[in-house]
């Protein structure tokens, strides 16, 4: 089956950083549009950013803005979050998915995704 994996996410504290990791197997992402989406504890999912298949980024959460950064590495099949200057209201289950259309901030657009990556801001 068509895998994703995340990795990367982990404890920090306020200000700090983390770059997270969303590898392909069994398929190339090269023809897909790959988003970022995260949740929190009793909270709905939901996107973040993403990248298209040409590179184009769109951002769905203005509070992210100049703090996270999508990028992609098509000969590593994989796609990257950097985050910088975490606040504790970032705290969530972070997942990757993909999608062969043009990005899009909804969960059902996407059919497939891996299994989060914890990510915990607290002093």
């Known amino acids: 089956q068509f895998q994703l994996v995340e990795s990367g996410g982990g404890l920090v504290q306020p200000g700090g950083s983390l770059r997270l990791s969303c590898a392909a197997s069994?398929?190339?992402?090269?023809?897909?549009?790959v988003g970022w989406f995260r949740q929190a504890p009793g909270k709905e999912r939901e996107g973040v950013l993403c990248i298209s298949s040409s590179g184009g980024i769109t951002n769905y959460t203005d509070s992210v803005k100049g703090r996270f950064t999508i990028s992609r590495d098509n000969a590593k099949n994989t796609v990257y979050l950097q985050m910088n200057s975490l606040k504790p209201e970032d705290t969530a289950i972070y997942y990757c998915?993909?999608?062969?259309?043009?990005?899009?901030?909804?969960?059902?657009?996407?059919?497939?995704w891996g299994q989060g990556t914890q990510v915990t801001v607290s002093s």
């Open positions: 998915a993909a999608t062969f259309r043009y990005c899009s901030g909804y969960v059902s657009d996407y059919a497939y």
């Open positions: 069994r398929f190339t992402l090269d023809n897909y549009a």
